[in-house]
């Protein structure tokens, strides 16, 4: 088989990408996989190891000529789970009423499993999602509210999830609470008793972010629920950021309800989540679209989403095997290396200011950075014209800055780049257009 660079410089980027699901086959990388698992050393001394990252570079098929530095808003996928992907499709587009109802629709069942094996829950208490947004929705929609009833969350909360308590502020006059949470939050303590002191006895239902989108920030879940829990109120946690960005499991949280997306950090493909009902909780839950009653109990009625493609949640399998030959451990010790090695460099210049803890507990791949004098959307408009490197502005009532997050295929050249391109902003300030 042709290695990629020979493939793209055969048949050029176009026919490449439309090619690679029949050149690259999943039984192309055990051996990349093997290598992997075995590869000797602590997770501090891997993520210094460029040999070993090397090996994980050429799993994917990124486009070199840019440098993505927005992985926490939609990550590739690798080679081999976007070739499974296509082997599924084509199989289900032969005759999609026998072959992917009947013939893959029961596989999604064998991702269950092995999603709840490495979140290490029941896998009746998993259901397969588009993405986070559409879990963390099923929760928010799900409960019973009434006029005047409140929901607490802080104001540094991704933007959909907001709105849609907006919308049922609008809708049937329930109350949004929101207050604000340090930047950077290192304090796990203050992070329990800013929601403490805002519930009250209308209090009804808490939304708690794992990691905010804005900053990376780490919160302190557990506590939190615990704190809830022991005033009879839910928790719903944001988990977008977080499934197979680090390591933890269900243990670390001990939540009833927790939604992610599967194409951020886990690499599967897009418009992949999942959500965690816990097992008791399924029957209090509405889903966000009908299912028969005789489902009331059952995970799955938070599926019933009508027609939906097979071949996208089948591949979640690939991507699984994928994290688990790289190692949770060892994957957050790279990110996090990653982070540290730009924001080591920028730091050493009096304007730039970080709006996220470096903190292992705190924090992990995603940080936010920002350069005084500089206007967060021109610089990040001012990287791509000029360099083809791809961040993203983030303008919030509280701070701004520009949000980086690379990931395991990114190198160390290419963040050498985005270093330089900013320490030229803060020398020369912003060209003039």
């Not at 039984?27 to 040999?51: Q, V, Y």
């Not at 969350?153 to 907006?166: A, V």
């Not at 708690?208 to 719903?236: F, W, Y």
């Not at 995970?299 to 989403?305: A, L, P, W, Y």
């Amino acid at each position: 088989m042709p290695t990629r660079r020979q493939f793209f410089g055969a048949v050029g980027r176009p026919a490449a990408a439309a090619l690679v699901a029949a050149t690259l086959k999943p039984t192309a990388l055990p051996r990349l996989f093997g290598d992997l698992a075995a590869h000797p050393g602590t997770p501090a001394e891997i993520a210094r190891d460029e040999n070993f990252w090397l090996e994980v570079q050429q799993a994917f098929t990124v486009d070199r000529s840019l440098i993505n530095l927005n992985n926490g808003g939609v990550s590739p996928a690798p080679a081999h789970v976007q070739a499974a992907m296509q082997r599924h499709l084509d199989y289900s587009n032969e005759a999609p009423t026998y072959t992917m109802w009947q013939i893959l629709e029961p596989q999604r069942e064998g991702v269950r499993q092995r999603l709840a094996r490495t979140f290490r829950c029941d896998p009746e208490e998993i259901a397969l999602t588009r993405n986070a947004s559409e879990g963390l929705q099923i929760c928010q929609f799900g409960f019973d509210l009434q006029a005047g009833d409140e929901v607490l969350t802080t104001t540094q909360d991704y933007p959909r999830m907001i709105n849609t308590f907006k919308q049922r502020e609008r809708r049937e006059g329930i109350k949004l609470v929101q207050f604000k949470v340090p930047i950077p939050a290192e304090d796990p303590a203050e992070i329990v008793r800013l929601y403490e002191q805002h519930i009250t006895p209308k209090t009804r239902l808490l939304l708690v972010s794992h990691m905010i989108n804005l900053t990376g920030q780490i919160l302190p879940v557990k506590p939190v629920v615990e704190m809830a829990r022991a005033r009879g109120l839910p928790v719903i946690v944001d988990g977008a950021h977080t499934f197979a960005h680090f390591d933890f499991t269900l243990d670390d949280l001990d939540c009833d309800y927790y939604a992610t997306s599967l194409h951020k950090w886990l690499f599967a493909p897009h418009g992949t989540g999942m959500l965690f009902v816990r097992r008791d909780k399924i029957g209090g839950l509405w889903p966000l679209t009908a299912a028969p009653d005789e489902m009331t109990e059952n995970i799955r009625k938070f599926e019933e989403i009508g027609t939906h493609p097979a071949a996208n949640y089948l591949a979640i399998a690939e991507a699984l095997t994928f994290h688990q030959g790289l190692g949770p451990a060892r994957k957050a010790a790279r990110l996090r290396y990653l982070r540290d090695y730009w924001a080591d460099r920028l730091l050493a210049h009096d304007r730039v200011r970080l709006h996220t803890s470096r903190k292992p507990a705190f924090s992990c791949g995603i940080a936010t950075v920002q350069v005084e004098g500089v206007g967060s959307v021109e610089l990040v408009n001012h990287l791509w014209k000029q360099h083809r490197i791809i961040a993203t502005p983030i303008i919030h009532d509280e701070f701004e800055g520009i949000r980086v997050s690379p990931s395991v295929y990114t190198t160390l050249e290419e963040l050498d780049r985005f270093a330089e391109a900013v320490e030229a902003v803060l020398a020369k300030g912003l060209p003039e257009s």
